[in-house]
């Protein structure tokens, strides 16, 4: 049984950053990972998502050239930074896996969810 424990998020200026860490545990093997967001009264959309092996990345167009995807395989975690960040960025992020090689930007593809964690970008 593989578990996704997320950390990080927290509060920050619009034009901040900050880093999303998403430790897996129970199961050795990832495969592909990616993060998710849901702002207040909106659908739960694509962030981004990367390989197991890191030569494939992914991103939303909104976050493109401002979020990075990477991972760390020998330490089981995947990690999002964030930089110059907007107010519109407010959202729960969740990490999710999914036991597959390609990497997808549907959530249904992704079967295995961290349990979120709250990102308030405000002055």
């Known amino acids: 049984q593989l578990h996704l424990v997320q950390s990080g998020g927290g509060l920050v200026e619009p034009g901040g950053s900050l880093r999303l860490s998403c430790a897996a545990d129970g199961r050795t093997n990832t495969y592909v990972m990616g993060w998710f967001r849901q702002a207040p009264g909106k659908e739960r959309e694509f962030v981004a998502a990367i390989s197991w092996s890191s030569t494939t990345t992914d991103y939303a167009d909104s976050v493109k050239g401002r979020f990075t995807i990477s991972r760390d395989n020998f330490k089981d975690t995947l990690y999002l930074q964030m930089d110059s960040l907007k107010p519109e960025d407010t959202a729960v992020y969740y990490c999710?896996?999914?036991?597959?090689?390609?990497?997808?930007?549907?959530?249904?593809?992704?079967?295995?969810w961290g349990q979120g964690t709250q990102v308030t970008v405000s002055s």
């Open positions: 999710a896996e999914r036991h597959h090689a390609r990497t997808s930007s549907n959530q249904h593809d992704y079967p295995n």
